[in-house]
């Protein structure tokens, strides 16, 4: 964001010009590079206000220099009323910000789950071509769980790996973010991608969650890989830790488990939902999908 936006006298923000014969203020973006008082109270969630600028004749998608619109604001302020408001008059839901920021991936930010519902129903893509600002990633690493199962269930990519971020699990693990962790392990997430040859249990152990080892581990993570330092999960653990006791605690897969996550690859992402109609007993499918 940029330093407080100055106005004219009129309450008329400098950088605006009005067309002969209209009504309404264009916005000239070579003058004009600070947030307006759109801006702010799209994001602090004053909707009569930002309703009264709508009618003085500022236009719903007001940029910054930067690129950031009100709707940008209101979704990172999680603002349902006020992103409903602006989309109801016209906001672009798919603009882009110069850092690659949309209104979705600013609503798996805030954690808005209304916002993320509000700005799917207006066709937003869930794919983004700018690498670090994946709205997928940015719900997983913040532990924002109902945002995710959102995304996932719209078909994000589980697995996406980028270059220094890796996947939405590897983000989750070095988060911490251990109810996110959950939901992509239980929706088919690759236990065993992370970042290059950094495991999601790697970052597990850096990221010092004992509850996201066990959760790994329980998937199947490989506890001997070794990273591109060639270092296993055990020896990126602190001594007398409660990490390296979760690592410790584990012996070999038993049979039964090695039979679970051989299903489950079987079966495959797409798939694992159905395993509940599989014609085998209720305590199987109860233990295929970890219930």
């Known amino acids: 964001r940029g330093p407080q936006s100055q106005f004219t006298r009129a309450g008329v923000p400098a950088g605006f010009r009005s067309h002969p014969g209209s009504t309404h203020l264009n916005y000239m973006i070579n003058f004009w590079s600070d947030r307006t008082p759109l801006h702010e109270a799209a994001f602090q969630g004053r909707l009569l206000h930002l309703r009264a600028l709508i009618a003085q004749g500022f236009h719903v998608d007001t940029v910054t220099m930067d690129g950031v619109t009100p709707l940008h604001e209101a979704c990172l302020g999680g603002r349902y009323a006020c992103a409903k408001f602006l989309l109801d008059n016209g906001a672009n839901a798919m603009a882009v910000s110069t850092d690659g920021a949309t209104p979705l991936f600013n609503s798996c ?81 690759d236990v065993q991608i992370g970042c290059g040859p950094d495991s999601p249990l790697h970052a597990a152990v850096l990221g010092g969650g004992a509850d996201v080892v066990h959760l790994l581990l329980d998937f199947g993570a490989d506890g001997c890989r070794r990273n591109a330092e060639a270092k296993t999960p055990l020896d990126l653990s602190k001594p007398n830790s409660s990490v390296r006791a979760a690592l410790l605690s584990r012996g070999p897969c038993s049979l039964s488990q090695l039979c679970r996550l051989r299903i489950r690859r079987s079966l495959g992402k797409s798939r694992l939902h159905r395993a509940s109609s599989l014609f085998v007993p209720h305590s199987i499918k109860d233990f295929l999908l970890y219930q």
């Open 109 to 189: 930010s805030s954690g808005s789950a209304a916002c993320l519902k509000l700005i799917l129903q207006h066709s937003a893509s869930i794919h983004t071509t700018y690498q670090l600002a994946s709205p997928i990633h940015e719900a997983a690493k913040k532990d924002h769980r109902e945002c995710l199962e959102l995304l996932l269930s719209r078909g994000a990519q589980i697995d996406l790996e980028l270059p220094d971020v890796g996947t939405p699990l590897y983000s989750a693990c070095m988060a911490r973010a251990a109810a996110c962790v959950e939901v992509l392990l239980y929706s088919g997430a």
